[in-house]
C-alpha cells in the first residue's frame, strides 16, 4: 500500500462530473483521480477543510457510530479497480475491514485523521504522473497560488494532461485482492 495525501477536487469538463485527486506523498509522486459525485466531492472538500456543520452529515455520523460500538477507524485503503470502478475499505483498530466507496472512505479517514493509501496494483493501471512545465521529474509540484490567475493556468495545465489519457494507457484492471469478512 502506497500512501497519498487528498489534493483537493477538479471538474474536468463544464457538465463533468467532479474527480477527487490523490497524490502519492513519496517516490513517483504519482496522481490518482477518481471520479465521484457532487455531494461526495462536498463531503471530501468539508471533511479536508475540517468544516463542521450546525448538525453532523452522513460522513460524521457514519465516524460517531464506529466510536459508539468502542471503535476507531485506523486507515482507509483504495485496494482495487475492477470494470472501471475503485473499491476501498476502512480499516478500524480491530482490524474489521468495511467496504466503501472511495469518496465517502476517504471523507470519513480525513474526519477521522488517519491515512489514505493506495494499493499499488491500483496505481500501476490508474495513475498519471504529471510533469507542470519548467520542473524536474524530482520537482514538487507547487501548491495551489492564491492569485486566481495563476491558480487557473495551474488547473488548465492538469486539464491538458489527463486529456492526453486514453483507457488503453491503463492497461487491464488488477486482481482483484482476497476479501475476509469477521
Known sequence: M??????GMAVLAPEA??????????GERRWLAIT???????????????IRLPRPGTIELIG???????????????????DGIFFADLVLDSGIRVSARPSDAVAIGLRAGVGIEVADAVLEVASVRV??????PDAELPSLPPDPVAQEREVEEFRAALDKIAPEDFGDPPPAPPRSHP
Open 2 to 7: 502506497i500512501p497519498m495525501d487528498v489534493e
Open 17 to 26: 462530473a467532479p474527480v477527487m485527486l490523490l497524490r502519492e506523498r513519496e
Open 36 to 50: 465521484i459525485g457532487g455531494p461526495e466531492a462536498s463531503a471530501v472538500a468539508l471533511a479536508q477543510e475540517q
Open 64 to 82: 460517531q457510530v464506529v466510536e459508539s460500538f468502542g471503535h476507531r477507524v485506523t486507515g482507509v485503503q483504495v485496494t482495487a479497480l475492477r
Open 131 to 136: 510533469e507542470i512545465v519548467g520542473s524536474g
